[in-house]
């Protein structure tokens, strides 16, 4: 690639070569019939000079240009590659932002007295798609059992738990076992996770033959449930299959929480606290009660 200095080298070069021409044919020709010949070679050789001295301009300028413009594509490339993160980065920051918001709206209306935002920031290697890692712990008030929620539903319950950190199963976890029970009939269910990676489903085995349940029935957290209050938001039934033996039947649940798409979500405390607290509150006022 030409430089400034070697055009400068280049052009001086030649004109030294073509002023010497010119001189040794004067000499030449300053007398009898060379003299004219002499100045028209002069001439010519002083308009090649000039069109030579043009032609390496432009050569030199347009090597320039090309130099230029290969620096202006690199820095174009890198400004997009900037702005195609910087994209990137917003999208995510839009959709953390939209769902925390929904996640926010859903605490004002939720009846339970404790409601801790935190957010997802890990899987557990040990079960990877099944428990999560979340940013709050005790110093926060969290405990184990307590139940884990998203804008959408159920998603879980903690499992371990740290001071600064806690885990939670995700409903869909083989281990997890929940009382429930269809929206439209009030029928008493058992749901289990079920033992698939990333799939947001569980299932509900052993139904009677002759239950009511059909596809799109919403299932609910019931009263019979351990740890979960009742009413909760699970899933809806995605599928319904015959047993082999044609004595039960089994179906799968669709949830309504995709744990493996949350960046937020929202912890309460479990059936047994909120009935502790009642307790105590029924305690004070000493009201008999039952539920």
């Known amino acids: 690639?030409?430089?400034?200095e070697f055009r400068k080298y280049l052009i001086i070069g030649i004109t030294?070569?073509?002023l010497a021409v010119i001189i040794i044919c004067s000499k030449m020709g300053s007398k009898g019939p060379l003299k004219n010949t002499s100045f028209k070679l002069g001439i010519i050789i002083s308009e090649s000079l000039d069109t030579v001295n043009d032609w390496t301009k432009r050569q030199l300028n347009f090597t320039a240009n090309i130099f230029d413009m290969k620096k202006e594509v690199e820095k174009y490339k890198t400004e997009i590659e900037e702005l195609k993160v910087e994209n990137s980065l917003y999208k995510i920051y839009k959709n953390e932002n939209e769902e925390l918001k929904e996640l926010l709206g859903i605490q004002k209306e939720n009846p339970a007295d404790t409601k801790i935002t935190a957010?997802?920031?890990?899987?557990?290697?040990n079960n990877v798609y099944k428990v999560y890692?979340?940013?709050?712990?005790?110093?926060?008030?969290?405990?184990?059992?307590?139940?884990?929620?998203?804008?959408?539903?159920?998603a879980g319950r903690i499992i371990e738990i740290g001071s600064n950190y806690s885990k939670f199963m995700?409903?869909?976890?083989?281990?997890?076992?929940?009382?429930v029970s269809l929206e439209r009939t009030g029928e008493k269910l058992i749901l289990n996770g079920n033992n698939i990676s990333k799939s947001?489903?569980?299932k509900i085995e052993n139904i009677n033959l002759d239950s009511d349940i059909l596809v799109d029935d919403i299932v609910l957290t019931s009263n019979v449930s351990m740890l979960y209050p009742?009413?909760?938001?699970?899933?809806?039934?995605?599928?319904?299959?015959?047993?082999?033996?044609?004595?039960?039947?089994?179906a799968i649940v669709e949830t309504y929480t995709n744990v493996n798409s949350l960046n937020y979500v929202y912890v309460i405390k479990n059936?047994?606290?909120?009935?502790?607290?009642?307790?105590?509150?029924?305690?004070?006022l000493d009201i008999a009660h039952s539920y």
């Open 271 to 284: 059936k047994e606290m909120l009935e502790e607290e009642i307790e105590e509150v029924f305690g004070e």
């Open 1 to 4: 690639m030409f430089t400034e």
């Open 16 to 18: 030294v070569i073509l």
């Open 119 to 125: 957010r997802i920031v890990g899987v557990d290697p």
């Open 133 to 154: 890692i979340i940013d709050k712990g005790t110093k926060d008030g969290l405990k184990k059992d307590m139940i884990v929620l998203s804008s959408s539903g159920l």
């Open 170 to 179: 995700a409903i869909t976890d083989d281990r997890t076992t929940i009382g």
């Open 230 to 250: 009742e009413g909760l938001q699970v899933g809806k039934i995605k599928s319904i299959k015959v047993s082999n033996d044609e004595l039960t039947k089994t």
């Open 200 to 202: 947001n489903t569980c």
